[in-house]
């Protein structure tokens, strides 16, 4: 590709300007909802520029300022969990989880501007490269549990990661943050104006990118994890005490018999998600904090959803949620819930296979 050339295949747009190679997706009608093909494009161009000597940043954007990405396309893998079979929809996942992979150990910095709504696959894509930008119009959340699955696409490594339980908070209810929390939970690094992101675009064409994105620092536009609550809903305190629990059933009595203005929408959100999915989802997170590095906790998301989508609550949250929008999933017996939830994390004999040299390969 040449310099300045562009190459459009419907999904995603790719471009070269001067040392940046610029990816941006193109869904607007489904918020950039991730399907397999777009995987397989972002990962080709990504092996693509790694060896080339005129590529030293890569962009990955929006075309549209409502989304970043959404996720993974549900539809389109419900319909593959319907019509082919749960090993055909792990596919997909396993493909997903491949491709963050690559891009968080990409040997060049990756820019993600993680403007507008990023959930899901979209923190998967966005959420673990070098350089993370978010804005005022970023909306970001790990909703997993309300379709029936548990937060993926490397959200649990970051989400275990957060300062306190609030990582077991967000994952849990999927409670969205703006740009300012999600970099104080660490999902992001820099909060921008919107309005800056075409000019620091076109300074990453011309300059390094720790340099590029470093010229648009502003007092209190970058923090870490462990700064403060940044705009987040529920004192940290408070939020490790109810949170700090055995179990979800304590959590939820918690929450009933607490005065906090946020434990009702907290306990609301735990009453729409499926039982199965806090189940799983509560255990991961405290194994996650035990694992030692995002491959690993990778490996773990891919059993667990692998596992997850042999059950029935992921068709049904999907098709409540998305399709029918009845917002009336019936879900799994909790009767069952125990033993379901066990078998998730039950070995499989097929993994990710994160080599470097099988990296983002599928």
């Not at 790719?14 to 489904?30: D, E, F, H, K």
């Not at 093909?37 to 300022?65: E, K, N």
């Not at 066990?342 to 080599?355: H, I, K």
Request: aromatic fraction near 6%; glycine fraction near 12%.
């Amino acid at each position: 590709m040449t310099d300045g050339g562009a190459l459009e295949s419907g999904t995603l747009l790719a471009a070269r300007q001067g040392r940046l190679a610029r990816l941006t997706l193109n869904r607007p009608g489904v918020l950039n909802a991730l399907d397999r093909p777009t995987c397989r494009r972002i990962a080709a161009c990504l092996a693509a520029w790694r060896d080339d000597p005129a590529v030293g940043t890569v962009l990955i954007d929006s075309a549209s300022p409502r989304a970043f990405c959404a996720g993974g396309d549900l539809r389109a893998i419900r319909a593959i969990l319907v019509g082919d079979g749960p090993d055909a929809a792990a596919a997909f996942f396993r493909a997903c989880y491949r491709l963050v992979a690559l891009l968080a150990a990409y040997p060049k910095p990756v820019v993600s501007f993680m403007d507008g709504i990023t959930m899901g696959g979209g923190v998967g894509l966005g959420g673990h490269v070098r350089h993370r930008v978010v804005t005022e119009r970023t909306v970001l959340a790990m909703p997993e549990t309300a379709i029936g699955l548990t937060p993926d696409a490397g959200g649990s490594y970051i989400l275990s990661r957060a300062p306190g339980l609030s990582g077991l908070r967000l994952a849990l209810t999927g409670r969205r943050m703006g740009g300012e929390e999600a970099v104080a939970m660490g999902f992001a690094d820099r909060v921008l104006p919107a309005g800056c992101l075409p000019e620091l675009a076109r300074e990453l064409a011309r300059r390094p990118a720790g340099e590029g994105v470093a010229m648009f620092a502003s007092p209190g536009s970058s923090a870490g994890p462990a700064g403060a609550a940044g705009g987040a809903e529920g004192d940290p305190a408070a939020v490790d005490r109810l949170y700090d629990a055995p179990d979800v059933a304590t959590i939820r009595r918690r929450l009933a018999g607490s005065a906090a203005p946020w434990a009702a929408a907290d306990l609301a959100a735990l009453e729409r998600a499926s039982p199965l999915a806090l189940e799983v989802t509560f255990r991961a997170y405290f194994a996650a904090r035990r694992l030692p590095d995002l491959n690993s906790v990778l490996e773990q998301e891919y059993r667990l959803v692998a596992n997850l989508v042999r059950q029935p609550d992921f068709a049904e949250g999907v098709r409540a949620r998305i399709l029918d929008k009845d917002q009336a999933p019936g879900w799994l017996d909790p009767d069952r819930v125990p033993r379901a939830a066990a078998a998730c994390f039950a070995p499989r004999a097929e993994g990710l296979d994160l080599s470097p040299a099988r990296a983002g390969a599928d």
